[in-house]
């Protein structure tokens, strides 16, 4: 899969539709493929962080720093996985594990207190007080049956977060 979407075969397309869990189709595939060019400006494969930046909404996306994680040195296909789990077609537990991946910082396959701290810290900024974050997160925990010293597996942290619906979707635009 070279620089330039001429490059893209339908072998291509498909292997990558296939990686994706087929939530995406062909014709927006292609169009990823594009977006991913313009976004590779030196043509080197994959996106640095720079490159992943340059797109505004991602730059003053409170949570960048632990998206930059995720994507940083992503090849097309490792691109369209990340962003698969915000396609409308994802499913429910498609999208729960993506936001898991985003508050399990070390990657350990679980997420502590702190974890989650740090993330809502992300999130909220200024607006609340470490305090109350604190407050609020524990309450959340407790009503789930969770405590503070609990460390989530991504099965407790979707009944933590699965009642309260989560709609995470892109549009890609078909050219």
Do not use: W
């Amino acid at each position: 899969m070279g620089s330039t979407s001429s490059m893209l075969t339908q072998y291509d397309i498909e292997e990558v539709q296939e990686n994706c869990h087929n939530l995406f189709s062909q014709q927006e595939i292609v169009s990823l493929y594009k977006r991913f060019c313009q976004l590779d400006r030196n043509a080197k494969g994959f996106i640095s962080a720079d490159e992943f930046l340059s797109v505004p909404e991602l730059a003053t996306n409170p949570i960048s720093q632990r998206l930059l994680k995720m994507v940083e040195g992503l090849n097309f296909k490792d691109f369209v996985a990340f962003l698969s789990a915000f396609s409308a077609r994802a499913t429910m537990q498609q999208k729960m594990e993506f936001i898991f991946k985003v508050y399990d910082s070390d990657r350990n396959g679980k997420v502590s207190f702190n974890d989650i701290l740090e993330v809502l810290r992300d999130l909220s900024g200024s607006f609340l007080s470490d305090q109350q974050r604190e407050k609020v997160l524990t309450q959340v925990l407790q009503e789930s049956g969770y405590s503070r010293g609990s460390y989530l597996t991504l099965d407790d942290f979707s009944k933590v977060l699965g009642s309260h619906g989560l709609k995470m979707e892109v549009e890609v635009p078909i050219d």
